[in-house]
């Protein structure tokens, strides 16, 4: 087995973005979607941190990697609001019933 | 296997089984912990890629802030008729099917790509340099990202709010 380098986290990454894509496709509930959404935002911050850290050797990948978490506290912040809209309009948050622009 | 080998193995796993209890779980209370412990377990990467503070940031805002907030969407949006608290899956098998064709090709990318890596550098803090650099080379998306979240604040109060019927 080799060493761990850079390639070892990389694929972590690619696990992790695949996992996340199975919950964002074939989730009904729409907090669990969000959930998926994370789970690629972290993948994706992995691959910053990993080639800031082997590629680069600079910190302006993790200066990326906090500007990533941060606009994902707020896209978060802000889809959660949109669930809690539907869920008080639709009394549902099923994504399949979220079809109608109709109060 | 050095000691940084044992860790990584042992993160990675602890990583990826609790994201596959998030994926898979069918309680959405068992996702949300399975996400909790996946946060954590990426936090402990980033201390292995020498990304201190970042560990710290991941911690206090993902495991403390959104998480909490992913729970409160839970807990806001289930009629609470019952124990029932299931999140179905929609075609789950060419889901699997294509996410795995996915990964694949992205591993063979990853395997097949020649990096020209050269042994890490030794890990030191990060925190001095992050906050010159936020303060120098990054002052504008410092900025930007500033007012991005008191329109997120503002737009997630308005947006959630009742409707004054």
């Known amino acids: 087995m080799s ?3 850079l390639q070892h986290f990389l694929i972590l990454a690619a696990l992790l973005f695949a996992l996340g894509l199975i919950a964002v496709i074939t989730k009904r509930n729409a907090v669990t979607v969000l ?5 690629i935002i972290n993948a994706a911050n992995i691959n910053f ?3 800031a850290r082997y590629l680069d ?3 302006d990948g993790q200066v990326f990697g906090i500007f990533v978490i941060i606009v994902a506290a707020a896209g978060a912040a802000v889809a959660l609001a949109i669930v809690l809209n539907l869920y008080q309009r639709m009394h ?3 994504l399949d019933e979220a079809d109608s622009l109709a109060r | 296997m050095t000691t940084f080998d044992v860790m990584f193995y042992l993160f990675a796993a602890w990583t990826l089984s609790s994201a596959a209890i998030m994926v898979f779980a069918r309680n959405i209370i068992y996702n949300a912990i399975g996400l909790l412990f996946t946060l954590i377990g990426v936090a402990g990467l980033y201390v292995m890629l020498g990304a201190d ?4 940031t991941q911690m206090l805002i993902y495991v403390g802030g959104i998480l909490v907030l992913l729970l409160f969407g839970v807990m806001l949006s289930q009629r609470f008729t019952g124990l029932e608290m299931r999140t179905d899956t929609l075609r789950l098998w060419p889901a699997l099917l294509v996410c795995a064709g996915v990964a694949a090709i992205m591993i ?3 395997m097949s790509n020649s990096w020209s890596v050269s042994t890490a550098p030794e ?4 925190v001095k340099n992050l906050g010159l650099l936020l303060m120098t080379d990054y002052l504008i998306p410092f900025e930007i990202v500033s007012v991005l979240l008191l329109a997120a604040l503002v737009g997630a109060a308005f947006i959630a709010r009742r409707e004054a019927r």
């Open chain 1, 3 to 5: 060493p761990v380098g």
């Open chain 1, 35 to 39: 959930m998926g959404v994370e789970l």
């Open chain 1, 49 to 51: 941190i990993a080639f």
């Open chain 1, 57 to 59: 050797k600079d910190l």
């Open chain 1, 92 to 94: 549902s948050v099923d």
């Open chain 2, 53 to 56: 503070f970042l560990a710290a």
């Open chain 2, 108 to 110: 063979r990318l990853i």
């Open chain 2, 123 to 126: 890990m030191a803090p990060t």
